[in-house]
């Protein structure tokens, strides 16, 4: 799987589960952690759980394997390192408290909407 469909999966997955605000920053010659970051947010801690298990199941169907994924007990900021592709999923509340898409704020951001509608 190239990373464009490893990010493709991971938006459509966070979208199944009715994340909010979804946006990609794309990483590419600003951070040598990964090439894209994806942000989103769910409303409640059972919801940002879901949008996390439901990355790592689709990912692993397509038989993409997880690095790690941190802070799913607490679910208040999870992150889902995908490899090229790491997926921030936060809980409303702590989104806009630590604002990535403020300090990242020269990375340009990718445009998923169209991933979202097929």
Not at 26 to 34: C, E, F, P, Q, T
Request: hydrophobic residues 40%.
């Amino acid at each position: 799987m190239n990373e464009r469909e490893l990010l493709n999966t991971a938006v459509k997955a966070a979208d199944d589960k009715r994340a909010e605000d979804i946006i990609v920053l794309n990483m590419k010659g600003i951070s040598l952690v990964a090439d894209y970051f994806l942000i989103c947010h769910g409303n409640s801690d059972k919801q940002v759980q879901a949008i996390a298990r439901e990355m790592k199941e689709k990912a692993g169907e397509k038989g993409y394997h997880i690095e790690r994924m941190e802070g799913f007990d607490e679910a208040k900021w999870v992150l889902v390192d995908l490899g090229n592709v790491v997926a921030h999923i936060f809980h409303r509340d702590e989104r806009s408290y630590y604002n990535l898409e403020r300090l990242w704020g020269d990375a340009p951001i990718e445009d998923v909407q169209s991933e979202l509608s097929q």
